[in-house]
């Protein structure tokens, strides 16, 4: 259940059960959030096929496919829900934010693959990221990028392809409420 908080700490500030039941209610993106989280902590099928259920009618309404098996790390905030995909193999650090419009996905050829995205990284709407990539800690992903190469540490990627600009701490703005 910290797990929970934590997410909603990225949201709010606080980690109060009152900022959970509103947040849950009227916020469509912590309410995913919510259902992914439980989905994934329940230790007994029936338990599991509930929230699972739970998670699949919210998928429905906001457009937000995140399955259970995709391994993120506490501090996820979605940002604006609607029509976000995210491979069920890719791997997530902490303190991710996204934003609607965002695929992250699988490629073939010459970088298969699913992405593995560090720490404290902002994936703004529309954005598309493909294939066996690496994208560092303290990045920000521009609008409308295309990323199908690994992105450093503390840089920013924008453009289709995607360009690599160097700056420290990239996202640092972006990041509210780190974990």
């Known amino acids: 259940m910290s797990i929970i908080y934590d997410d909603l700490y990225r949201y709010t500030g606080t980690r ?18 919510y259902f992914y989280r439980k989905v994934q902590s329940a230790k007994f099928f029936p338990t599991r ?6 998670r699949r009618q ?10 259970a098996q995709t391994k993120i790390d506490k501090g996820l905030r979605i940002v604006h829900f609607g029509h976000i995909v995210i491979n ?13 419009g965002v695929n992250i996905g699988n490629a073939e050829g010459r970088r298969q693959g699913t992405p593995i995205i560090g720490d404290n990284v902002y994936v703004a709407a529309n ?10 800690n303290d990045v920000f992903i521009a609008p409308n990028a295309f990323v199908n190469i690994d992105i450093p540490d ?9 360009q690599i ?15």
Do not use: H
Not at 58 to 67: A, N, S
Not at 165 to 179: H, L
């Open 127 to 136: 954005a598309v990221i493909v294939g066996n990539v690496k994208i560092g």
């Open 88 to 100: 069920p193999d890719t791997i997530i650090g902490k303190n991710f934010n996204i934003a609607q």
């Open 49 to 54: 096929f509930f929230w699972d259920v739970l």
């Open 165 to 179: 600009i160097q700056k420290e701490y990239a996202s640092k703005k972006y990041i509210i409420y780190k974990i």
């Open 58 to 67: 919210c998928m429905l309404r906001t457009g937000i496919q995140i399955p």
């Open 16 to 33: 109060q059960f009152t900022s959970l039941v509103r947040y849950i209610l009227f916020t469509p993106g912590f309410r995913y959030t």
């Open 154 to 162: 503390g840089c920013i990627a924008l453009g289709n392809p995607a």
